[in-house]
């Protein structure tokens, strides 16, 4: 995180102060740090560098073309999850051999577009699934490459609303059912099946989760060999875990580490989909202290920004640090005190934070929510119509929009 730091008291984003940008684009506002964004997509690179594998950048963890154009400027593909992320994708010019598109309830016309535009992979995630893709391919004559999404059954330590890979969740299908697949796989006649993709869960701070999930999946894959059915392609999906707050996450070099020796026994090649990994740490979301406001049981500070822009807190009760823009070192005149920061929103659930401990917070200082840069601004949403916020790119010393504050007319345009 070296490309948020403070200098004297100010907090910067590379060589731009934060202070300057609030003033400038108003609050509440996500700042990305580019060079962060590029150092943590080669950080995975380098780490996998000896099996060269295709990085598709999840792009729900964070869509801003601007984000992503910077990722596939850098050689990533993309992982989508839905038609409108397929639609972005194709605006943001990525080449369609580096899409992979997930899952549990694509619809026909997804698929259709998706196939039409020659997408790579589809990662399938029911036999349903597979039998409309199947059709689909049939109408437009086109044998249609996909992957058999495993849940491997592994619980990883996380958030139960982030892990995706238990037998309870609704990703995948189980080993039996994809072996039955692949075995009768001749009967799918426009589809070639040469994949096996796994995606087990997010924020996932240690290998042990991921070292089972692989081991079982390899085996599965050697046990087809045996039968005469190859895999070319092994998708290992994302979930990465990042410091939010005193998480000690493997790094990609421990990750890679742990898991070369255990893909390497495989033939296939390797597909990567992280999202948070790369832009979790890259942003953050600046917002303003609007009121103090004391009661008997607690201190509250309430802020511009609330949970329809940044909803993990309230989602999830994840933890984000939050700084002052203006730092203050103690001293005896001053007052530290315990805060709920907290947003506008007619909700108990809004909030950023709670129990913080701030030296003389004050009515219009500036705090910055920080690791927001994944699933924040991209789950965001105009709940008690507030318009969406403006995002900021930061490269070196310049700052550029790379999204326009929402206007009211725009909260309005839709609609009847
Ligand atoms: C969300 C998602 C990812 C990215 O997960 P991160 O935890 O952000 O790395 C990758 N693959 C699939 C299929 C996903 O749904």
Redesign the pocket.
Known sequence: MHDFNYKHNDLYCESVSVEELARKYGTPLYVYSRNTLISHYRKIKEAFSPINPLICF?M??NSNMAICKVLVKEGSGL?I?SGGELYKAFKIGVSPRKIVY?GVGKRDIEIEIAMRHHIFFF?VESIPELELINKVAGKLGIRQKVAIRINPDIKARTHQYIT?GHGENKFGVDFETARKIFLGKQKYKNLNISGVHM?IG??IVDAEPFIRAMERIVNFIKDLETHGVSIRWLNI????GIIYSNEKPQTAKEYAKAILPIIKKTKANIIM?????IVGNAGMLVTRVLYIKETPSKNFAIVDAAMNDLVRPSLYGAYHEILPVKSHSYSNSKEIKDFDVVGPICESGDFLGKNRKFIDLKEGDLLSVMGAG?YGFSMSSNYNSRPRVAEVMIEGSKARLIRRRETYEDLIRTEA
């Open positions: 999840s729900k963890a992982d999850v997930a990662n995706t995606h997010s924020q999906g994302g979930g990465l989909e992280p999202g948070r990994f994944a």
